[in-house]
């Protein structure tokens, strides 16, 4: 008996670590956390919030759901959940693909900020056509924001336009968890955590709001639990194009329990106002800290300002730290060159000490470069690192 006591032990120690594992967390000021599926074990590296810290605002929030058909409307690609990013966190908040997941010919990269010292986190999803016509693409962003009568059901708090209904032409949603089932669910107290889902300033991009449980593109929301919302953006990408949605998310503490492990209970409705206000701050000016010229110019749902253009810029003999800035800068941006002139580039990184290859550029996440330029590479054929920095 005491051996069976022993492995049922193993057991539960084993899977108690595998749930943990599952998934990579990042600091945010409220004293909670993200908890970002990523590459991690057992993780569905879908780029999806599993709970977002423990007063539990999500129950799995952020990932995607994609269809794409062919300009004449022949569908290639029917509500397909996405995954298998390839994920990696640099340790500071920042989430990049290293493998984009390519299909309907459409090479999908995720890039995830969650900045510390904020209670937002921001999405940066590329899509880049590699076929030789025009691609009509329909995304789905959403997930789960609570877990029926667990915490409270969900309800939306108020809307950019202020009222409780969600239209296109909002620019961001607040839902709260109505543990309490009051009339006003923007006074609270919301169970488990709310949230604020911002979702751009450009009209016509964001054409409905689904059921991401079921089909977000034939289901609508039905307005009240079950709580998983579906945002629906509809865009064409003509051949190598790359266009990009940039949205956030808000979180807030619970207003009925200490968020398990803080010791202070907010009052009434002040998380739902906080993460309110954090919405609307953002609506008005994104953060789009770490977003090089190109990259902002390809956001599809923003009216972002646009940067001078920017110079011309080569890697040869230019070290990591050059590279990085330039990117960072907006001074130059990456695209995808020929195998003859990245083996030329490579050559030249390698032959000096203090510089190195554009390849192992490419592989390091750290660098925040535009990965889905390596998946479109690799659609063509290219060796893995022809990717060069240069307009």
């Not at 709310?194 to 609508?220: I, K």
């Amino acid at each position: 008996m005491r051996h069976l006591s022993s492995i049922a032990l193993a057991i539960v120690m084993t899977l108690t670590t595998v749930r943990t594992a599952a998934v990579t967390r990042a600091g945010s000021a409220d004293g909670q956390f993200w908890d970002i599926q990523d590459t991690s074990p057992w993780s569905q590296d879908s780029g999806g919030i599993a709970t977002g810290g423990r007063a539990n605002p999500f129950n799995g929030f952020g990932y995607l759901k994609l269809q794409v058909r062919r300009p004449d409307g022949t569908p290639l690609v029917r509500n397909q959940y996405l995954t298998g990013f390839g994920l990696a966190s640099d340790g500071a908040g920042r989430f990049d693909s290293i493998t984009p997941v390519l299909r309907g010919d459409i090479v999908v990269a995720r890039a995830i900020y969650a900045p510390p010292d904020t209670d937002y986190l921001r999405y940066v999803d590329g899509y880049t056509n590699v076929a030789a016509e025009d691609r009509l693409i329909e995304v789905a962003w959403g997930g789960a924001v609570g877990a029926y009568e667990d915490g409270g059901l969900v309800a939306v708090a108020t809307t950019s336009s202020g009222d409780r209904r969600i239209d296109v032409a909002d620019t961001f949603v607040t839902v709260m968890q109505n543990a309490r089932r009051v009339d006003d669910p923007m006074r609270g107290p919301s169970g488990h955590g709310p949230s604020a889902h911002v979702l751009g300033t450009r009209s016509g991009v964001l054409t409905a709001v689904g059921d991401m449980y079921t089909d977000p593109f034939a289901d609508r929301w039905p307005g009240f639990d079950p709580a998983h919302i579906g945002y629906v953006f509809k865009f064409s990408v003509r051949p190598g194009e790359t266009k990009a949605l940039m949205t956030f998310v808000a979180k807030g503490l619970s207003e009925v329990y200490g968020s398990r492990g803080a010791g202070q209970i907010p009052a009434a409705g002040s998380e739902i106002a906080r993460v309110t206000e954090i919405a609307r701050r953002l609506a008005a000016a994104p953060d789009v800290r770490g977003l090089t010229a190109l990259q902002r110019s390809q956001i599809a749902n923003w009216n972002v300002p646009a940067r001078a253009p920017a110079m011309s810029f080569s890697v040869i003999e230019k070290t990591v730290e050059q590279i990085q800035d330039a990117i960072t800068t907006g001074t130059t941006s990456m695209r995808s060159g020929p195998p003859a002139a990245c083996a030329a580039r490579s050559t030249a990184f390698r032959s000096r000490s203090r510089t190195t290859s554009t390849s192992s550029i490419c592989r390091r996440p750290a660098a925040h470069l535009p990965s889905w330029t390596i998946a479109l590479a690799s659609t063509r054929g290219w060796p893995r690192g022809c990717v060069a920095a240069a307009r």
